[in-house]
């Protein structure tokens, strides 16, 4: 069974631009979170959706936006980008169903953003 | 209320020593705490959860202990090895909500 795939791995942006991460979840998961990774600050909850609704949403600006396709395919975006968004950004997949309680959350390697 | 702080940033140990991690919560209503192994270059995996019905879980080298009553949970490490070196994060979730994540313990095994 593939894993989660994300891309792009690397980008290079300048601030003010906007970018969009993509992650494709395993195969059946329905459930796709994403944190941004930094170093010191751990990992910060972004948002999870199931089933192309929003679920949860952590305490991120209104910059930061994603949505969910029919296939479970995902993407978040990032607008006028600011030096402080450089990061790792992580999307995870799960299995959990709609009423499900939360369980193990599969990674992908993470797109690694760097704002210039 | 949301926070899982974690000890120590940073941990250098022996090979064939015990390594111990530390995480305190202060969400009673958590009810799901895992701890994740992250490899540079690779995404997070999950290493070992405990749901707080039992105060210890062990799968092979790996041990975690439960306090409810301190609201503390630790990652123990027992013969530690140079492939062990990695980042460690402790994790702690409420029913369906989202899953809060430590701020991560860079592990270093030395031979």
């Known amino acids: 069974k593939a894993g989660v795939t994300q891309t792009p791995r690397y980008l290079i942006k300048t601030r003010g631009q906007q970018v969009t991460l993509s992650c494709s979840p395993i195969?059946?998961?329905?459930?796709v979170s994403w944190y941004q990774q930094t170093p010191g600050q751990g990992l910060q909850f972004l948002f999870e959706y199931f089933s192309e609704t929003q679920r949860n949403k952590g305490n991120f600006p209104g910059r930061f936006s994603g949505r969910q396709f029919s296939n479970s395919r995902s993407e978040m975006n990032v607008s006028t980008l600011e030096l402080g968004d450089s990061a790792l950004y992580l999307c995870a997949s799960s299995p959990r169903t709609s009423g499900g309680y939360t369980g193990e959350l599969f990674f992908g390697e993470g797109s690694r953003l760097t704002v210039l | 209320q949301q926070q899982v702080k974690q000890s120590p940033q940073s941990l250098i140990v022996q090979k064939g020593g015990i390594s111990i991690i530390n995480c305190a919560y202060e969400n009673t209503a958590f009810d799901y705490f895992p701890w994740y192994q992250q490899f540079p270059g690779k995404g997070p995996a999950l290493l070992i959860a405990i749901r707080p019905d039992v105060s210890e879980k062990k799968e092979g080298r790996f041990t975690i202990s439960f306090n409810k009553s301190a609201k503390q949970f630790s990652l123990h490490i027992m013969d530690s090895q140079p492939g062990d070196s990695a980042t460690y994060f402790c994790?702690?979730?409420?029913?369906?909500?989202?899953?809060?994540f430590g701020t991560g313990t860079r592990l270093q095994v030395f031979p």
């Open positions: 195969s059946g998961h329905r459930s």
């Open positions: 994790a702690a979730s409420r029913g369906t909500d989202k899953l809060i």
